[in-house]
Nanobody, 122 residues
Framework: QVQLVESGGGLVQPGGSLRLSCAAS????????IGWFRQAPGKEREEVSC??????YYADSVKGRFTFSRDNPTNTVYLQMNSLKPEDTAVYYC?????????????????WGQGTQVTVSS
């Protein structure tokens, strides 16, 4: 059974940093595509970063500020978020899917974590 548990969210001032973690169980990380998504109040869930084959994909809004990484031995995925802005405030979700050739879209992922809140505010 695929399980994903996010952690690391919190309140941070603009310009600050956070590192989100996603602990995966029930599957091997290197066999799955993994994605980070976020949903702000009143908005649709959107992609942040995804990784399957090759280099990670980043949404334009986070490119150069966020870094996706995965630690296969511990089955953990990370999202390092630097230079945070108020518009980065959202619930952040980790997602996984065994199809490695899909696009970084909400519909492309079948398993989801419960989310972790990130609030960027002074």
């Amino acid at each position: 059974q695929v399980q994903l548990v996010e952690s690391g969210g919190g309140l941070v001032q603009p310009g600050g940093s956070l590192r989100l973690s996603c602990a995966a169980s029930g599957f091997a990380l290197d066999d799955y595509a993994i994605g980070w998504f976020r949903q702000a109040p009143g908005k649709e869930r959107e992609e942040v970063s995804c990784s399957s084959l090759g280099n990670p994909y980043y949404a334009d809004s986070v490119k150069g500020r966020f870094t996706f990484s995965r630690d296969n031995p511990t089955n953990t995925v990370y999202l390092q978020m630097n230079s945070l802005k108020p518009e980065d405030t959202a619930v952040y979700y980790c997602a996984a899917d065994p199809y490695l050739w899909g696009s970084c879209t909400v519909n492309g992922f079948g398993s989801w974590g419960q989310g972790t809140q990130v609030t960027v505010s002074s």
